[in-house]
């Protein structure tokens, strides 16, 4: 199957900036939107970024201007570079791509990460 293993999160302070990144590996034959979402503790998940195979990309109003999202398609990896955070950043952050296996070529299904945590404090 595929895994989705994100890291980089972690404690910084209001006005710091932090490098999430998404490894995906499994039996992948190729990997189409990519994006990042968040929780934050009482709320629902929300988009934060998104990416496209041929590297368009979408930015939640919340964070235009201050995040980045990248790919390596080469690595299959995501990245989030975050800049210019803010309390209300806070939350878990999770990797999401659509990915179409050896076995399923032709099909995209959608995986998660696990999920890694940023805390901005202020």
């Known amino acids: 199957q595929v895994q989705l293993v994100e890291s980089g999160g972690g404690l910084v302070q209001a006005g710091g900036s932090l490098r999430l990144s998404c490894a995906a590996s499994?039996?992948?034959?190729?990997?189409?939107?990519m994006g990042w979402y968040r929780q934050a503790p009482g709320k629902e998940r929300e988009l934060v970024a998104g990416i496209t195979s041929g590297g368009s990309t979408k930015y939640a109003d919340s964070v235009k201007g201050r995040f980045t999202i990248s790919r390596n398609n080469a690595q299959n990896r995501l990245y989030l570079q975050m800049n210019s955070l803010k309390p209300e950043d806070t939350a878990a952050y999770y990797c999401?791509?659509?990915?179409?296996?050896?076995?399923?070529?032709?099909?995209?299904?959608?995986?998660w990460g696990k999920g890694t945590l940023v805390t901005v404090s202020s």
């Open positions: 999401n791509a659509v990915v179409a296996t050896m076995g399923w070529p032709n099909y995209g299904m959608g995986y």
């Open positions: 499994g039996s992948i034959f190729s990997i189409n939107n």
